[in-house]
């Protein structure tokens, strides 16, 4: 039976003189003729176990066939480290040699640029930091799930292919079987025109209505032609929805959520939070315990936009009542002003999707985005319209069309109830947990405008 090196390393001395058998990847070999040093990983932990070997063993005569990245056992006992780098290391008695790695082996023992581990994506979690950032993903995905199941949501699947643009932007993949896209949709496999989801949100909030409380974590399609170091193709998104809330409740809920993950991260992802803030981003243990510790400042978005025009700050985008807020006006907020996550609400409805409510002032509606520090919007959240009249106005104003969503406008006529969501881009929120600069660094293997490999 394998030990995961994890278990090992964080064990107390009651591990020692223990007999154990090892998994994983070569990460050094030395050679000191009268013993040999092996350290492996097998991605439990940033940190390697060593093996000591005699050169009296039988099995030393395998150490020169032993390369990096091979994949290899090793069996032996438990014992005390002299060195100061880890408390225990591996007397090794047998060793077995699984895979052997060629001399061409990518992954040598120097500090590869970001952009050439991207063109090694399929190796790249063999890494420090992709060993790294897939540990503290894996960790938020489990507790982001322990979030709202412990506050009693339930988990819902909603469909990878739909015909409706939640968003209304236009941006989708289309789905077809047709090998000439000029005929009719109607001879399509779905009779009409499908696309690969850009939100699980519609379909999440009719299960709202229904089951109170929800939460969807599925990928999500933007067909954008942007390379920002903030925008992937395929993404993953978590989106809870709610019935019986306002927007307040929903500004309350993202912000614990986000402050939830930070505290995981510190507390479960020790060892990998402190390798980033030493080599990824140098402060980012103290900007993850401000997030935990310091309330979220919540402004207007009209309070934002007098902010911005009164900074003496030259931004690249121009600054006006009505315009969206762009990555540099958010990171100015979060970086400059505020030095800390802020909450704006109340966007002018011309900038924001149909399904928002409005305000009373008939301007705004009620939506909210979290702003951050290095990412800028990582939620984006809105209490839902409610009323049958004033949704079915707002979707022939947006030019939509009504057939499509009329399913959603039936939600308005059975026992419609206030209700409110929002969505988490979760590569962005790995960013910001992480340090880590580009978003294509963050997921396994990235999709984007011209890239699709893998």
Not at 143 to 172: C, M, V, W, Y
Not at 314 to 322: R, S, T
């Amino acid at each position: 039976m394998r030990t995961k090196i994890k278990k090992i390393l964080k064990s107390d001395e009651s591990i020692l003189q223990k007999k154990i058998k090892v998994f994983g990847w070569v990460k050094t070999v030395r050679d000191q003729k009268s013993f040999a040093f092996i350290e492996i990983n097998d991605g439990s932990s940033l940190a390697n176990l060593q093996g000591v070997i005699d050169s009296t063993n039988e099995d030393f005569r395998k150490i020169i066939e032993i390369s990096i990245g091979a994949s290899i056992c090793l069996e032996g006992e438990v014992v005390k480290s002299p060195g100061k780098n880890q408390k225990f290391e591996l007397k090794i008695e047998k060793i077995t040699i699984i895979g052997k790695s060629k001399d061409d082996y990518p992954l040598q023992k120097k500090r590869h640029s970001f952009e050439y581990l991207r063109t090694i994506s399929h190796l790249r979690c063999r890494t420090n930091t992709g060993g790294a950032v897939t540990r503290v993903r894996s960790s938020l995905i489990y507790h982001s799930h322990k979030f709202f199941q412990d506050r009693d949501f339930l988990n819902i699947q909603t469909p990878i292919i739909t015909a409706s643009d939640t968003e209304g932007a236009g941006e989708l993949f289309r789905v077809t079987t047709l090998s000439d896209l000029r005929k009719d949709p109607k001879e399509d496999f779905f009779k009409k025109q499908a696309y690969l989801t850009v939100s699980g949100q519609l379909n999440a909030e009719a299960f709202a209505l229904g089951m109170t409380d929800v939460y969807v974590f599925s990928p999500t399609f933007r067909a954008e032609n942007s390379h920002t170091s903030r925008h992937l193709a395929e993404f993953w998104m978590l989106e809870p929805e709610f019935a019986f809330g306002d927007l307040h409740d929903d500004v309350k809920l993202a912000s614990d959520y986000i402050k939830y993950m930070a505290k995981v991260a510190l507390n479960e992802n020790e060892d990998d939070i402190a390798f980033f803030d030493k080599f990824v981003e140098k402060g980012l243990i103290e900007r993850l315990t401000n997030v935990v510790e310091s309330p979220f400042e919540i402004i207007s978005y009209s309070d934002a936009i007098k902010i911005l025009e009164k900074s003496t700050k030259k931004f690249e985008f121009p600054v006006k009542w009505g315009l969206d807020l762009q990555s540099e006006h958010e990171r100015y907020l979060t970086e400059e002003h505020f030095k800390k996550p802020v909450v704006v609400i109340d966007y002018p409805k011309e900038i924001k999707a149909f399904y928002m409510k409005d305000n009373k002032d008939g301007k705004t509606v009620a939506a909210m985005d979290i702003l951050v520090p290095k990412i800028g919007e990582i939620v984006g959240g809105s209490q839902r319209e409610d009323d049958y009249a004033l949704l079915k106005s707002k979707i022939k104003n947006k030019g939509l069309d009504l057939n499509t969503y009329k399913w959603y406008l039936d939600l308005r006529e059975y026992g419609s109830a206030p209700h409110a969501g929002f969505g988490v881009g979760f590569e962005r929120l790995v960013q910001f947990i992480t340090g880590m600069e580009n978003i294509r660094d963050v997921i396994p293997f990235y999709r984007a405008a011209g890239s699709c490999d893998f």
